[in-house]
């Protein structure tokens, strides 16, 4: 699998920039990222994705970029244009609003053969109709 490029947000210090990037070589996809907590994230994130054309779909899903125990969450999006920081910034709002600022959320948009990793074992909570 190619390594995957992640607009990470970061919100730990506030000397930090929101948005860092970060090149990761390999990525585990282990499973969909779900509880009371996180549906409220996914509702809160639906009119942002339905408002913008290009996402076609997206996931919220656990993963390991280096070691095994090194797990992250991830919003990943399939996208039909790049990499949107203005969308990023969007859904990264409503993330601040729930969760503390110590709780990072990678967001990534992944290619079709991540995308087709990724609903190996994790559905989609958002479809564009």
Excluded at 31 to 40: A, F, I, K, L, S
Excluded at 90 to 110: E, G, K, N, T, W
């Amino acid at each position: 699998m190619p390594p995957l490029s992640l607009p990470s947000w970061l919100k730990i210090k506030s000397h930090r920039k929101l948005v860092t990037q970060l090149h990761v070589p390999t990525v585990k996809f282990l499973g969909e990222q779900d509880g009371p907590v996180e549906r409220t994230a996914k509702a809160r994130w639906l009119p942002i994705l339905s408002a913008s054309p290009t996402i076609r779909r997206a996931f919220l899903v656990r993963a390991s970029y280096e070691a095994p125990n090194d797990i992250h969450v991830m919003l990943a999006l399939c996208s039909t244009g790049g990499p949107d920081l203005t969308l990023i910034e969007a859904l990264r709002v409503p993330y601040a609003d729930i969760f503390s600022r110590d709780c990072p959320l990678d967001m990534v948009f992944v290619n079709a053969a991540q995308e087709s990793d990724i609903e190996r074992v994790c559905p989609p909570f958002y479809t564009a109709v």
